[in-house]
């Protein structure tokens, strides 16, 4: 099993802004409620301590394709994309035709 980045409040925050998502969306993607979404937000800077919160975050930030690089090098953490914005609109679009569910064969 991998080790989660740590996450703030900000990076959170920083994570819906790039990929364009409203807190209600990565709510939803996340499996909680948009009040847990917004309580993580008011934490700032400060690391989520609460494991359920940080896994709900993280569910939302791989749904929607965001990474978390963690700070090092004498820099601080912050967020990228994994795919561009077309990627994860074909992405949707394709997700959301219907027909059977199976396991992905991408890795």
Do not use: N, Y
């Not at 791989?62 to 953490?77: L, P, R, T």
């Amino acid at each position: 099993m991998s080790v989660q980045p740590k996450l703030s409040g900000r990076l959170v925050a920083a994570a819906r802004a790039l990929a364009g998502i409203s807190r209600e969306d990565f709510a939803k993607a996340a499996r909680v409620p948009e009040a847990t979404i917004a309580a993580i937000e008011a934490h700032g800077s400060a690391w989520l301590h609460t494991e359920s919160d940080a896994e709900a975050a993280h569910r939302a930030l791989e749904h929607f394709g965001v990474v978390i690089v963690e700070e090092g090098d004498g820099m601080g953490a912050g967020v990228r994309l994994k795919f561009t914005r077309q990627d994860v609109k074909q992405l949707a679009r394709l997700e959301g035709e219907g027909g059977p569910a199976r396991a992905d064969d991408a890795p």
